[in-house]
């Protein structure tokens, strides 16, 4: 048995061009049996592969790995995650984001340091939304809230909530079930995770000052190399069809 990707001629030009990706043809042929052919999905085809241990196979399994890891779609360039900063996060979030394009909503590089600016972006959002911080030591973390962030008397979110830091290598700290202090936010400043007198991270109202302490809500560990930083960026991302 052999495998090629799917080619077919056009009436017209005769020209030769590539199907879809998701498409793989397989030829059979034997001493016994009629040559025939075969058109199946990719994820068939992965799966036939599995069961399969010939070194032939293993250039396969690797192409089609590297289609499950596509990147997700960006509405603008972001300034503060990178491709492989990308390829973590969307990994690690909720089943109900996946596939769908992230669009920026708030970056200080774009509307400026300033906390109402950041709730007025968000104030017709219905969507989840990703916090991204880079700070003066270069260090990348921040949050994924079940909800847009908004002022708010009480907490709010649900257990979807994370933490995320790459410091250096990706760190994802989830809900612990301990309390449900996810998020709640004011004029003078945005607060995640909590409990015994220290939040998870905090954000002052001109998005120059922060801090990430342990906390119960996440059992998390600091998410900076330094308790209290100076922020250099910010950027806000919702996930939405």
Known sequence: MWCSRVQNWTEKSGAMKFMSENIKVLYFASDCVEPYVEIITVKDSKRRLSLCSSEDSEPEEQEYQA???ALPVLSSQSQLLDDGHLQRLSA???PRTQ????????????????????????ADLDSPVL???????????????SDPFRISKYCYGTGETFLFSFNPD???YRWSGEN??????????LQIGGGRGGFALWLDADLYRGSSFSCPTFQNAPLSTHEDFIIQDIEVWTVQN
């Open 170 to 172: 990706f760190q994802q």
């Open 180 to 189: 449900s202090y996810f998020v709640s936010g004011n004029l003078e400043s």
């Open 99 to 122: 596939g769908y394009p992230w669009h920026l909503v708030y970056s200080t590089v774009i509307h400026g340091s300033s906390l109402k600016t950041l709730y007025r972006n968000m």
């Open 67 to 69: 289609v499950d890891d």
């Open 131 to 145: 916090l991204v911080i880079k700070d003066m030591h270069k260090k990348v973390f921040g949050a994924f809230s």
């Open 92 to 94: 690690h979030m909720p």
